[in-house]
T-cell receptor, first 114, second 110 residues
């Protein structure tokens, strides 16, 4: 199994509070991703990173920010959590070659915003 | 915006039956992948297809990439309870990122 650790695995918070989710990898992969998973929507890309300090927005980036100061860590921050951000968040890592790359996923972080 | 629509959304079948799951888009993808996800876990890659018209087989699973590289299908022969899970297609949607489909939740009854 790819070495990907997400923390925390479960979190309950209140509306308006800041939340940071951490993704840590031991594979030295260049690309890292944050997805959210909600019923009927599959996985939706929030932000991704293509190198240290290099990040870009995904499909549903509003209300989220990310940072990557080291190859192994990719942080997802909700500056002021809202109930619509209740979801399961997955981190993934990848390397790419010839138009394709396999995504390896963490076990997910379940966030509940009350 | 690139979108991938999967059908059906839910599927409940008896052990031994065959089934096909579809993944459709109006966009062209350079490659397409299928993942399977079990409860409480992250998705796991089943296959990658990169050439229009390509067919790949993985035991009882057959994957096809459309000629125009806009759609794909997953066919399972003689489904087993162990095939139960959420099946997700994902298309390479530009710069080093994959766009996922809406998912098909399969339940195979013994």
């Amino acid at each position: 199994d790819a070495g990907i650790t997400q923390s925390p695995r479960h979190k309950v918070t209140e509306t308006g509070t800041p939340v940071t989710l951490r993704c840590h990898q031991t594979e030295n992969h260049r690309y890292m991703y944050w997805y959210r998973q909600d019923p009927g929507h599959g996985l939706r890309l929030i932000h991704y990173s293509y190198g240290v300090k290099d990040t870009d927005k995904g499909e549903v980036s509003d209300g989220y920010s990310v940072s990557r100061s080291k190859t192994e860590d990719f942080l997802l921050t909700l500056e002021s959590a809202t109930s619509s951000q209740t979801s399961v968040y997955f981190c993934a890592i990848s390397e790419w070659g010839a138009n394709t790359g396999e995504l390896f996923f963490g076990e997910g972080s379940r966030l509940t915003v009350l | 915006t690139q979108l991938l629509e999967q059908s059906p959304q839910f599927l409940s079948i008896q052990e031994g039956e065959n089934l096909t799951v579809y993944c459709n888009s109006s966009s062209v993808f350079s490659s397409l992948q299928w993942y399977r996800q079990e409860p409480g876990e992250g998705p796991v890659l089943l296959v990658t297809v990169v050439t229009g018209g390509e067919v790949k087989k993985l035991k009882r699973l057959t994957f096809q990439f459309g000629d125009a590289r806009k759609d794909s299908s997953l066919h399972i022969t003689a489904a087993q309870p162990g095939d139960t899970g959420l099946y997700l297609c994902a298309g390479a949607g530009g710069t080093y990122k994959y766009i996922f489909g809406t998912g098909t939740r399969l339940k195979v009854l013994a």
